[in-house]
C-alpha cells in the first residue's frame, strides 16, 4: 500500500478538518461592515448599496496580529490537508489506472525458453 493512502477514517477525519478550517477562515474574512454580503440595503441609493469597506465583496483581509497569526496557521493547516487529500487521490488514482493492454504488451522479457 502506497504510503500516501488514508484510511476511511482518516480521510472523514480530514474532509471534516478542512470543512472546519474552511469556515473559520471564510468567518475571518468576512466583511465585519456588511457582515459579508457586500452589500449594505441602507444604502441601496448608494452606489446599488454595494459596500464601500470591502468594495461589494463581502470580504476583508484580517488585520488584526492576532487574527493574522491565526489565519496563516489556519491557512498552513488547510494547505497540509489538501496535500494529504490530494497525495491520497493520486495514489488511488494510480491504482485505478488502465491496465496496459495486452495485445500490444512484450512479455518475450517473462517468458524463458525451456532447454533440456
Ligand atoms: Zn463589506
Known sequence: M???????????????????VRLTLADLYKCGNCGGTGHIAQFSHVSGGSCFKC??????QPRAKRDLAVF??????????EASLGAHNAAVDA????LPDLDTLDLS???TPVSD
Open 95 to 98: 491504482l485505478n489506472a488502465p
Open 55 to 60: 468594495s461589494g465583496s463581502g470580504r476583508t
Open 109 to 111: 522479457a517473462l517468458l
Open 2 to 20: 502506497d504510503d500516501a493512502m488514508m484510511t476511511w477514517d482518516e480521510i472523514e477525519t480530514a474532509q471534516a478538518r478542512r470543512r472546519e
Open 72 to 81: 496563516r496557521a489556519l491557512e498552513t493547516e488547510l494547505f497540509d490537508l
